[in-house]
């Protein structure tokens, strides 16, 4: 079963940075993309960014444009949202998502889901 791990929130002033990581373990496949995404209280669940594990290609929501930058490391297993220029309504909880099968990355399923991580702007 694949397991995902984020690590690295917490509480920042506004216009602070955060680096998310998120750790998969338990594959025995190659996945195609993992994600990140948020989650206010009462709300669903938004896209904010993702990449592909092969060619390693970035997709980002409006939001993060120009703030956010997703990375991975293949060997670690391992996929990181930096997270500068913080707001205080990028405050939710974040969630790094694991998809195995070819898609668009914004807007596919996604298979596993780690436990999420509390990001906090203070303003």
């Known amino acids: 079963q694949v397991q995902l791990v984020e690590s690295g929130g917490g509480l920042v002033q506004a216009g602070g940075s955060l680096r998310l990581s998120c750790a998969a373990s338990?594959?025995?496949?190659?996945?195609?993309?993992m994600g990140w995404f948020r989650q206010y209280p009462g709300k669903e669940r938004e896209f904010v960014a993702a990449i592909t594990w092969g060619p390693g290609n970035p997709y980002y929501a409006e939001h993060a444009k120009g703030r956010f930058t997703i990375s991975r490391d293949s060997a670690k297993n391992t996929v990181y949202l930096q997270m500068n220029g913080l707001k205080p309504e990028d405050t939710a909880v974040y969630y790094c998502?694991?998809?195995?099968?070819?898609?668009?990355?914004?807007?596919?399923?996604?298979?596993?889901w780690g436990r999420g991580t509390q990001v906090t702007v203070s303003s």
């Open positions: 998502a694991d998809r195995v099968g070819v898609g668009y990355p914004p807007y596919m399923e996604y298979d596993y």
């Open positions: 338990g594959r025995t496949f190659s996945s195609y993309a």
